[in-house]
């Protein structure tokens, strides 16, 4: 399964206050990227060594602004061989447009060529650039996770913290600026739910803190190696403009489910899950048509590596379930 929205808007912020006041603050772009991206998919605890067919590239512009009031009626962008790229959104301080995967990287190139881009908002026919360069910047080394993390992740309990660990890289000369990226991705609310951002190249380890994840779920981590031409005070006014080639390594997996154990005890029934989901607690029910579930209040204990609740046994069918605190 492969996870890439062609079209990504993502509004942070939406303000109901009139956009019409005299002096407001329109806000401005703080950045614009592109990046080519070569993806790689491991499915063991080796690393991967050839790319990812039939997804093996795909080509990406990103728009970041410092407030929801800037971009009102889209945002543009033209290739060096002037096709031009529409992408709708309305009050939004980040927009981003992804390719689809090409199989080859000359496919790729021959429809998103290196040389002179130009970004605009709003249909002003105003252009700012940014260049790509010729000289490619991919980072000679893939990325990969260790045999250790990739093992791990197959019988994650999220409810304990996980070290990831992973290779180093040595960024092209040329570069400007090199960082690693690590984020997971819910794969079915299709949402980043956990990312590390701009880690140094020789960074390899980080910590996946526990109650990040929920039980259960299915997910897809990625883990890039990005090598950049940065160009200060290029267009919009001083944004910042990037031109940049990935490295990206991605691999799936599910985290453990969460069992909940009952058994009676006399005029009492015993409940119990494991100690490390400490953020999930009890709900009950009598009609489970009804959809009316309430948080048990009976005091919780722990006996051995178990969570522990005692619960009555009463007149009426009860049900029980976990779910993560309110």
Request: charged share 10%; aromatic share 14%; glycine share 6%.
């Amino acid at each position: 399964m492969h996870i890439k929205a062609k079209f990504q808007i993502i509004g942070l912020v939406f303000l109901t206050l009139p956009l019409a006041c005299s002096g407001q603050d329109l806000g401005e772009i703080t950045s614009y990227t592109v990046f080519k991206t070569a993806n790689y998919h491991q499915t063991n605890g080796t690393p991967p060594l050839a790319l990812d067919a039939p997804d093996a590239y795909f080509f990406g512009v990103q728009y970041f602004a410092d407030s929801t009031n800037l971009i009102t009626n889209g945002v543009t962008f033209i290739t060096p061989d002037d096709v031009t790229y529409s992408i709708p959104a309305t009050n939004e301080s980040f927009v981003a447009y992804n390719s689809d995967y090409f199989t080859a990287k000359a496919g790729m190139d021959a429809a998103f060529p290196d040389g002179l881009y130009l970004f605009s908002i709003n249909q002003d026919t105003n252009y700012s650039d940014l260049t790509l360069p010729t000289n490619e910047l991919y980072a000679s080394a893939i990325p990969a996770y260790s045999g250790e993390t990739w093992t791990n992740l197959q019988s994650l309990d999220p409810g304990q913290p996980l070290t990831l660990n992973w290779n180093d890289f040595t960024p092209n000369a040329a570069a400007t600026s090199a960082f690693v990226f690590i984020r997971i991705l819910d794969v079915e609310a299709n949402k980043f739910v956990w990312s590390e951002s701009f880690l140094p190249p020789a960074t390899t380890t980080t910590l996946l803190p526990a109650a990040t994840l929920n039980y259960g779920d299915y997910y897809r981590i990625e883990l890039l190696f990005s090598t950049r031409s940065d160009v200060q005070n290029a267009g919009f006014g001083g944004a910042e403009a990037t031109g940049g080639f990935d490295n990206l390594t991605y691999t799936y997996f599910t985290t453990i489910p969460l069992l909940l154990n009952i058994a009676p005890e006399g005029t009492n029934v015993v409940l119990s899950w494991t100690n490390s989901a400490t953020n999930y607690f009890l709900q009950c029910t009598h009609d489970l048509a009804t959809g009316n579930w309430n948080y048990l209040t009976n005091q919780r204990f722990v006996s051995g590596n178990q969570l522990v609740v005692t619960n009555g046994v009463g007149t009426q069918n009860t049900f029980f379930r976990l779910q993560t605190s309110p």
